[in-house]
């Protein structure tokens, strides 16, 4: 276990993360006793002496060595800032990491962690389907770079991602394998410790290969990459930690040897948050439990409702998975629970499927996930619109989907929406 602060202990037991989010890294007497910590608005700090200053510089630019016990010092809010640094130490608690950097958005966080690790000549080998935005960064933007992005289709077998590895014309430049388990929006998974083993085996001489994990649809309460051999997990910290779908904002966390090169390349993109929205995360890290708990619970609730409606032709929904489905064990090995992500297939094609959506009452008609309210939108063209027609289909994307991600409402209230919709149709 990461090495906590004192207050993450009693008498040598480490506490809970949810017993640390109201108070864990912030001393009331920085702030005249305020029991929250305020916002540090607030672009650059006040050294007391040029030899303070001279010290902080040194250690934030890496000139030499923290002293034994020495803290990096507070010089300029894109370099470290009170909110942000707080906010970090307890993001860190979930997934047991042991440094963690926020960002603006999810995608601030996968573009700088990427940058911060591949460069030109090298290949990126990446789930399929993948978030649009991360999507379109690798094969659009990453590619101008002359960096190759090789995709690989989740919810295969293992044996079936080393071939396509394997036989890959830029093999020898392997720099990253980025995956997103489960994948959006049929919920397919991919091995993180396969792709653990697959990153060392594959490793360039002389070089690490670097495992990232987009946890953000079981994340942090429901899957913990890190022990599953990644190096670095990220977040879109505007769905489930955020939770509220009132900010954007992004987490990258792993060991300080790993977020070295992230953190430094962040102050010089400048794409970490500002203290405002560091300040509304950990206001929602006070509920996050609670919340995804909640979530998980009604989830299951609707997903049952679903699966005998005879309006619906199927169900992608983790907590339905049986032993004899293929990614059964996977998801014992790799997933606390089953989150509250679920597509399904009405009956019919797109009329079906926008007369059930715009039928919807309480469940409101957008995009996003994560938040306390629950949410319903259509893959084939709303979220994966910008993927090719044969792609989206291989992937399950029919025109008869629909994702919904599952909020805090009255469970017997989401269904009466859906059934009320369904009805409609
Ligand atoms: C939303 C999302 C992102 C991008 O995050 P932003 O906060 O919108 O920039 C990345 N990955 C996944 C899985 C997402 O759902």
């Not at 017993?19 to 050294?47: D, H, N, R």
């Not at 809010?77 to 640094?85: C, F, Q, V």
Request: glycine share 8%.
């Amino acid at each position: 276990m990461t090495e906590r602060k004192p207050e993450g202990y009693i008498n040598g037991v480490p506490l809970h993360p949810e017993s640390l989010m109201m108070g864990y890294g912030y001393k009331p007497e920085w702030s005249e006793g305020a029991i929250k910590c305020p916002i540090f608005q607030t672009s650059t700090f006040v050294f007391k002496t040029a030899e303070e200053g001279k010290a902080f510089f040194e250690l934030a630019y890496g000139l030499r060595s923290p002293k034994p016990g020495e803290q990096p010092g507070l010089i300029y809010s894109r370099i470290n800032n009170p909110d942000l640094e707080i906010l970090e130490d307890r993001l860190c608690l979930w997934d047991d990491a042991e440094d963690g950097a926020v960002f603006e958005s999810g995608m601030a966080a996968i573009a700088t962690t990427v940058l911060a690790y591949v460069r030109p000549g090298d290949m990126i080998f990446y789930n399929e389907p993948l978030y649009g935005g991360t999507d379109h960064l690798f094969r659009c933007v990453l590619s101008e770079f002359g960096i190759h992005a090789v995709p690989f289709p989740a919810g295969v077998p293992n044996e079936q991602v080393e071939a396509i590895l394997a036989s890959s014309e830029w093999r020898d430049r392997l720099a990253m394998i980025y995956i997103e388990t489960p994948a959006n929006p049929t919920n397919a998974l991919v091995d993180i410790e396969f792709c653990r083993h697959l990153a060392d085996k594959y490793a360039p001489k002389g070089r690490e290969v670097v495992v990232a994990v987009d946890n953000t649809f079981l994340g942090p309460l429901w899957q913990h990459p890190l022990k599953h051999g990644a190096d670095l997990v990220l977040y879109s910290a505007t769905k489930y930690i955020g939770g509220h779908s009132d900010l954007i904002a992004g987490a990258c966390l792993g060991s300080r040897a790993k977020l070295a090169p992230v953190k430094a390349l962040r102050t010089f993109l400048g794409t970490m948050a500002g203290p405002w929205t560091g300040w509304l995360l950990m206001r929602s890290l006070e509920t996050l439990k609670l919340r995804m708990t909640a979530q998980m619970k009604n989830a299951r609730y609707v997903a049952d409702f679903l699966a005998d409606h005879p309006k619906v032709q199927k169900v992608y929904y983790l907590g339905h998975l049986t032993e004899e489905h293929p990614q059964f064990a996977l998801y014992r090995k790799q997933c606390l629970a089953p989150g509250g992500m679920i597509s399904f297939e009405i009956v019919g094609g797109e009329a079906e499927a926008f007369r059930f959506l715009n039928a919807l009452k309480l469940i409101k008609l957008a995009v996003s996930l994560g938040s306390t309210e629950s949410l319903a939108e259509h893959p084939a063209t709303m979220t994966h619109s910008d993927m090719p027609k044969a792609t989206q289909l291989a992937f399950g994307i029919t025109d008869a989907l629909i994702r919904l991600s599952v909020g805090v409402e009255h469970p017997e209230d989401l269904v009466l929406d859906l059934k009320q919709a369904l009805d409609q149709v």
